[in-house]
């Protein structure tokens, strides 16, 4: 079976310094896979997404980046954290063509 | 309008109690259809897909209605465990190659004892 890792948990940093969350799934190839971002008491807005290695595509102009160096390895960077970014980060993975996501367990970000 | 609109709630009921969640979407060409939960401070699980036909899992009942752009989720015997906050989730493009999935805010729900 599939199953999606998402690492770190909790992330606390201060304004203004960099961000490498990563993420990788494991038991299937080739998945889609994609970033969300869950601000408090709101809905889930997708940043990235990605059908294949090297193949990024952004939602929403941002101060974050996304990159796929493997094929089943997702990572969302920032190079100077921005109050703004703090929020709670779900990694996802789907086959597309109108499949259900299935989410890591989120990365709750905090900038100071 | 929204894409996925649904009511925010929040819902409180009894245990046992029967309780219907509806949402609505505006994307005409949108073709499948879901029901996640998210536990507070979780991440949002699958809870079934939506068939046109109807479908049910449980206590569990979901409903589309392409009509209206209806979509809604039926949960019959409360528990204490369902106590969370239901995600009504459309495809966002439509047509046979979409990738996205566009999310409802969600509609909390709390069972009480």
């Known amino acids: 079976s599939q199953t999606i890792h998402q690492w770190p948990a909790t992330l606390v940093q201060p304004v203004g310094s960099p961000l490498s969350l990563e993420c990788t799934v494991e038991g299937t190839s080739n998945p889609n896979l994609y970033w969300y971002r869950q601000a408090a008491g709101r809905g889930l807005q997708l940043l990235f997404y990605s059908v294949g290695i090297g193949q990024i595509s952004s939602e929403v102009p941002q101060n974050l980046s996304a990159s796929r160096p493997q094929d089943r390895q997702f990572i969302l960077s920032s190079k100077k954290l921005l109050l703004s970014d703090s929020g709670f980060y779900l990694c996802?993975?789907?086959w597309g063509a109108g499949q259900p996501q299935h989410f890591g367990d989120g990365t709750r970000l905090s900038i100071l | 309008r929204k894409e996925v609109e649904q009511d925010p709630g929040p819902f409180n009921v009894p245990e046992g109690a029967t309780v219907a969640f509806n949402c609505t979407y505006s994307n005409s060409a949108s073709q499948s259809f879901f029901w996640y939960r998210q536990d507070c401070r979780k991440e949002p699980k699958l809870l079934m897909s939506v068939y046109s036909s109807g479908n049910e899992d449980g206590r569990f009942t979901a409903q589309l209605n392409r009509a209206s752009q209806y979509i809604s989720l039926l949960i019959r015997d409360s528990k204490l465990s369902d106590s969370a906050t239901y995600l009504c989730?459309?495809?966002?493009?439509?047509?046979?190659?979409?990738?996205?999935?566009?999310f409802g805010k969600g509609t909390l729900l709390t069972v009480n004892p």
């Open positions: 989730v459309v495809n966002a493009e439509g047509g046979g190659s979409n990738y996205k999935l566009t």
């Open positions: 996802a993975w789907g």
